[in-house]
């Protein structure tokens, strides 16, 4: 079964399941990466913050799948904000994944206390038109972040990744990024399976011969947003994967709709986090 893709405002496609490996180590992420790889996920999500871009290179390189069919997301980190820091940045990612592009680059975090990331911003806008990052955008940014980048530059970030999931489901920042023509992207897409013993996702999951992680996923792809999971399991992996097998139904995305519950952050704040 083939993932479905999303389009983006640049109109390029990206995979709607791609796999994380935030915490999964460069050694780790090697093995990870090529088993994702081989149980048919596309697209995969990782930082300089990760330590482990040189990993997820070793392991797209023996990867007998074409580098042109992977969808390679890398993000800035907070202590490269600023025009030129950036672009130096950049090509030290690169040159950990050994590729000539990634497919998206991301400011990880608008880091407010500094207020570079308007340059940064700048910064990546100078990388696509070089055509180094294909596509460009952000994460964990607020509406106000989001409108100052685009009032400077008239650039609209193709995505915005930040925390979403059933129980959280940030509708009033998903409302801008429609308004504005941004794709919502989920990290944590299972809430750091915080969520995964909650009495309605095992009623629909049951109802569906499902997991309750699965039924998670599924509402992310019927409400039109990326995710990312992130397992070392190849059973997980092929679970996670098979979401896209999942159809909800009315009833189910109306009980989804009653978890979200504006405490249910597992993650950090963007109005606090620090940087």
């Known amino acids: ?29 090697v093995g990870a990466l ?18 482990n871009e040189a990993g997820v290179g070793r392991a797209i390189a023996r990867s007998d799948v074409p580098r042109s069919a992977l969808f390679v997301t890398t993000k800035v980190w907070n202590d490269d904000h600023g025009f030129d820091a950036t672009l130096r940045a950049f090509d030290a990612s690169l040159g950990r994944l050994g590729l000539e592009t990634v497919d ?15 340059e940064t911003w700048k910064a990546l806008v100078r990388l696509r038109s070089e055509g180094r990052a294909l596509s460009i955008g952000v994460s ?48 944590s897409p299972l809430g750091r399976a915080h969520i995964l013993d909650d009495p309605t996702l095992i009623h629909i999951a049951a109802r569906h ?17 990326a995710a990312i999971p992130k397992s070392a399991d190849a059973g997980r992996m092929r679970e996670n994967l098979a979401a896209r097998e999942i159809t909800l139904d009315a009833a189910d995305m109306a009980a989804l709709a009653d978890l979200d519950d504006p405490a249910g952050r597992t993650g950090p704040d963007p109005d606090h986090f620090p940087g």
């Open 140 to 187: 964990n940014f607020r509406e106000a972040d989001l409108r100052r980048i685009i009032d400077d530059t008239g650039v609209v970030p193709a995505v915005n990744q930040i925390e979403v999931h059933p129980r959280f489901q940030q509708h009033a920042l998903r409302a801008v990024h429609a308004e504005l023509g941004v794709v919502t992207e989920a990290w």
């Open 209 to 225: 011969a499902a997991t309750p992680a699965q039924v998670a996923l599924a509402w992310h792809l019927a409400s039109g947003i």
């Open 104 to 118: 998206l680059y991301l400011i990880h975090w608008p880091a407010p206390r500094q207020d570079k990331f308007r």
């Open 34 to 51: 090529t088993t994702a790889i081989a149980e048919g996920y596309r697209s995969v999500d990782t930082a300089r913050i990760y330590e």
């Open 1 to 29: 079964m083939t993932t479905p893709e999303v389009t983006l405002n640049d109109g390029r496609t990206m995979p709607q399941i791609g796999f994380g490996v935030w915490q999964l180590s460069d050694a780790d992420v």
